[in-house]
């Protein structure tokens, strides 16, 4: 994946609610990683909208909106297990839309 400009990562978080507290909670567990019915229930989101949020789904989370093609969240698999952590860009952006 190629480095995203932190703008476009910025405009991504201010726009949704939901990638906020989807980033938030990852933050705030980190490094430890976790899945998404575990972030849904943290974060009293639905499933869909913390998988729409981490991963794009239709119009209403685009995929190059999604926190892991901004590269603020790594996505990582074993064996059929999905788990999302937060990244150290996703750190730094999310310290730049706190202030």
Known sequence: MAEVLEPVAIFSLRKSRVRRKVLGYLL?????RS????????????VTDVCGALNGLSDRFKKENSLVDLNL?????SDNYVFYRATTLGAKTWDIIRE
Not at 28 to 32: E, K, L, N, R
Not at 35 to 46: D, F, G, N, Q, V
Not at 73 to 77: D, N, Y
Request: glycine share 0%; no cysteine.
């Open 35 to 46: 899945y998404p019915s575990e972030i849904a229930r943290k974060t009293r989101l639905r």
């Open 28 to 32: 705030s567990i980190y490094p430890s």
């Open 73 to 77: 969240v790594e996505k990582t698999q």
